[in-house]
């Protein structure tokens, strides 16, 4: 990657996820957070809008999901990297099969966020 930095989006429907996410990702220097959606509807627009590098993105939210709208871009031919961060285990496999970059477990680790960065940096040049 070149100099510039990580664009990242987060989508979460709770204000305290959003919150929590975006202050460990702002204490990193490499990484810029473009946008912030309280939903996947939300979420789908910014990711067209903005082309975020990386887009951290909640499972479970009213309407439709975070599966769901990772569906919607595999669909519209949108590839950018997905984490997936969430309070629940259970989606793990189907994540993996969506071909999530990673999946993170709330509450999260400030470590495994700069861990998936580092490894982002590494992987997609």
Do not use: H, W
Request: aromatic share 8%; no cysteine; hydrophobic share 45%.
């Amino acid at each position: 990657m070149i100099s510039s930095k990580i664009r990242a989006i987060i989508i979460d429907d709770e204000l305290e996820g959003r919150y929590v996410l975006q202050s460990m990702l702002t204490r990193l220097t490499d990484v810029d957070v473009v946008a912030v959606a309280e939903d996947a509807e939300s979420g789908f627009e910014l990711i067209l809008k903005s082309a975020p590098d990386i887009v951290f993105l909640d499972i479970r939210m009213p309407r439709m999901s975070g599966l769901d709208l990772v569906k919607k871009l595999a669909e519209k031919q949108i590839n950018t990297t997905i984490v997936f961060v969430t309070a629940y285990d259970k989606f793990g496999i189907q994540a993996i099969k969506l071909a999530a970059f990673d999946y993170l477990l709330k509450p999260i680790n400030p470590d495994e966020i700069q861990r998936v960065i580092e490894r982002f940096k590494l992987e997609k040049p």
